[in-house]
């Protein structure tokens, strides 16, 4: 495997110098080059670490050293939900003498009513044996509801819950189990290992991904940003068609599934090309999209089911390769200009919406008289570009120039036409300029 051997260092306490130490230290909390650190004798506190996973104890510690020392795991590693003591010297009745101790000298500092839960305090840095029973009682009665020893039966069954907090509260089960089952495997005794023998210890990190992949789904489904949610869609889907094709399926079915993908594929390039996701007819195309999706699932369950997703792809593909070619046209139009392709676009859908058309009913008026505009506004910047750093100025001067260009093309206009103007070409240009910048 890739697995490389681990490595170990060794600080004793009458042995090195403090800057040796400190290296060792280092190494194991900060540069990951040490991962065993067998320490001798030694008080434990700077020995800490966001990665310490294990602690062996092969020396009695008393007081407050011992509570010290077992609190260097109180930063669990990685996701683990606990961190892990390996107790070769019986730790059990040491540790009873200090919390007993500990707890007197909480009641004698502070008044016993000001604190119920003081009897609590260092009963919770162990975790007993009945608290571990209970998390499995608890675990197993969240997991009954869902069928765990099968994968695809348990996707099923989330694909049909759309409520997220429900789907949170799953996941957290699933990593408390994940988390017990570790700890009952490797320090528990034969009968709480009884207990946990009906949980599928090896397929609890796929039931945690499946939930994940469900809140994903849910969250792009929520989305609003429509080429974010498109791509981020056919990412999912290419995610879940890829891990049922390692999984294994038909081979009918197989040679379809590979349609879908590079369909997914051309239909996700088509919508990253679009510039301009404002667009009535774009944005109509995308909510169709998703609650497409929604409804469907992104693996096909038949051969017909297959073709239908393909049909449904090829459709849209068609749909917004059009919406693309057009955006194009209009480009060349304005020199290549995307700026003016959404103004003109704007302006269009708003006169669809009116009787007396801003600029012009005809596409070809609004074109020629915007590109005058753009060439005026463009001369204004040529002959001082930080005019963009002071807005009010900028979209005053689009106000005015709008103005003149409208008068001198005989072109009636009232203040709030010419406003609705300035405001669509001032926004471009400052958008432009903040991501330029």
Avoid at 127 to 137: L, T, W
Avoid at 330 to 356: A, C, P, S, T, W
Avoid at 395 to 408: N, P, T, W, Y
Wanted: glycine content about 4%; charged content about 35%.
């Amino acid at each position: 495997g890739n697995y490389k051997p681990l490595t170990a260092s060794l600080i004793l306490h009458d042995e090195g110098d403090k800057q040796e130490r400190k290296e060792y230290i280092e190494g194991f909390k900060k540069q990951h080059e040490i991962d065993v650190l067998i320490v001798n004798k030694m008080l434990l506190t700077g020995f800490d670490a966001p990665r310490l996973k294990k602690l062996y104890l092969g020396r009695s510690l008393d007081g407050h050293d011992l509570l010290q020392a077992l609190t260097r795991v109180n930063r669990p590693y990685h996701d683990f939900k606990y961190g892990y003591v390996v107790d070769f010297v019986d730790i059990k009745e040491n540790f009873d003498a200090t919390n007993d101790r500990y707890l007197r000298e909480l009641n004698r500092t502070s008044d016993e009513s000001d604190n119920p839960h003081t009897d609590n305090i260092a009963n919770d840095l162990l975790v007993s044996k009945e608290d571990v029973e209970a998390k499995i009682k608890e675990i197993k009665s969240v997991l009954f509801n869902f069928t765990i020893d099968n994968v695809e039966e348990f996707r099923k069954q989330i694909d049909e819950i759309e409520n997220k907090d429900s789907l949170y509260e799953l996941r957290n089960t699933l990593t408390d189990a994940k988390a017990i089952i570790n700890q009952v495997r490797s320090f528990g005794d034969e009968e709480t290992k009884n207990k946990i023998v009906s949980l599928p210890m090896g397929r609890i990190p796929s039931l945690i991904t499946e939930v994940t992949h469900r809140i994903e789904r849910i969250n792009l489904f929520e989305s609003t940003e429509h080429m974010a949610d498109v791509s981020g869609i056919i990412n999912v889907a290419l995610s879940e068609l890829e891990f049922e094709f390692k999984k294994g399926m038909p081979e009918e079915l197989r040679i379809i599934v590979n349609d879908i993908r590079e369909r997914c594929e051309r239909v996700q390039a088509e919508f990253e090309a679009n510039f301009d996701t404002k667009e009535e007819q774009y944005v109509i195309l995308a909510d169709e999209f998703r609650e497409y999706f929604r409804k469907k699932g992104f693996v096909p369950q038949s051969t017909e089911d297959a073709k239908a997703s393909i049909q449904y792809m090829d459709a849209v593909m068609k749909k917004i390769h059009e919406i693309n070619r057009r955006n194009n046209i209009l480009k060349r139009k304005y020199n290549g200009d995307e700026r003016f392709v959404r103004i003109h676009k704007r302006i269009e859908e708003q006169n669809q919406k009116r009787e007396r058309p801003i600029i012009s009913a005809y596409e070809y008026e609004i074109a020629e008289n915007l590109a005058k505009m753009k060439d005026e506004i463009d001369r204004r910047l040529f002959l001082d570009i930080n005019i963009l750093d002071n807005e009010p100025a900028f979209g005053q001067d689009v106000l005015s120039i709008i103005g003149k260009e409208l008068i001198a093309m005989k072109i009636r206009a009232d203040i709030k036409d010419r406003k609705y103007l300035s405001n669509l070409i001032t926004t471009e240009y400052l958008q432009q300029r903040n991501y330029t910048y």
